[in-house]
């Protein structure tokens, strides 16, 4: 079955410490996404590729780094410069930028000890 | 800056009764409106898309939307207790800009 896969689903990280979240999609979409999701707030785009070797920052891409180097995958590291990391961390795509409908992955959950 | 906004709830409605969440939005130009349900600690799934005015029905839930007055709803009709979750309401432009999220309505369908 077609679908995004994110890993890990929980993660605990010390501050001063970087961590790489993982996903990867089968939909042969070409644009992804990275939103961050705090308790009783709507999602926040964090940054998004619409192309292998490209990706633009969002509205919250401080203390965060992505790259896309191959179509299926878009990994973003939260960096020690993020001065509060603790979130559900989602990744989607649509098959163009911004068209279609979000297919998410199942998110990743960041807790700074 | 572009808007969703929608009541945070909870809204709470008996087994069987109709749901009604509600979302306006600031962009007049904005023409994709997805209406997602996220259960705690879940990722969203979509559950309606509406890109013309009026209703769009599917199943037990229908999408109205009026672009006039800058407004979305979903209803879901006869509700159950498997309802219960936070509804996401999301606008975008079709010229490339980014999808807005408004910050959800907590659903509780009560037995």
């Known amino acids: 079955d077609g679908g995004i896969t994110q890993s890990p689903k929980y993660l605990f990280r010390k501050e001063g410490q970087n961590v790489t979240l993982s996903c990867e999609q089968n939909?042969?979409?070409?644009?992804m996404y990275w939103y961050r999701q705090d308790p009783g707030q709507g999602l926040r785009l964090i940054y998004y590729?619409?192309?292998?070797?490209?990706?633009q920052k969002g509205d919250i891409a401080e203390g965060y780094s992505v790259s896309r180097e191959k179509k299926e995958s878009f990994p973003l590291t939260v960096t020690s410069a993020q001065k509060n990391p603790t979130a559900f961390y989602l990744c989607?795509?649509?098959?163009?930028?911004?068209?279609?409908?979000?297919?998410f992955g199942e998110g990743s959950r960041l807790t700074v000890l | 800056q572009k808007e969703v906004e929608q009541n945070s709830g909870p809204l709470s409605v008996p087994e069987g009764a109709i749901a009604s969440l509600n979302c306006t939005y600031s962009?007049?130009?904005?023409?994709?409106f997805f209406w997602y349900r996220q259960y705690s600690g879940k990722s969203p799934e979509l559950i309606m898309s509406?890109?013309?005015?009026g209703d769009k029905e599917d199943g037990r839930f229908t999408a109205q939307l009026n672009k006039a007055s800058q407004y979305v709803s979903l209803l879901i009709r006869d509700s159950q207790p498997s309802d219960s979750a936070t509804y996401l309401c999301?606008?975008?432009?079709?010229?490339?800009?980014?999808?807005?999220f408004g910050p959800g309505t907590r659903l509780s369908v009560l037995p």
């Open positions: 989607a795509s649509t098959p163009g930028l911004n068209t279609g409908e979000l297919f």
């Open positions: 939909l042969n979409h070409d644009a």
């Open positions: 590729s619409q192309i292998v070797n490209d990706f």
């Open positions: 962009d007049r130009g904005s023409q994709s």
């Open positions: 509406i890109y013309s005015n």
């Open positions: 999301a606008v975008n432009l079709f010229y490339g800009q980014n999808f807005v």
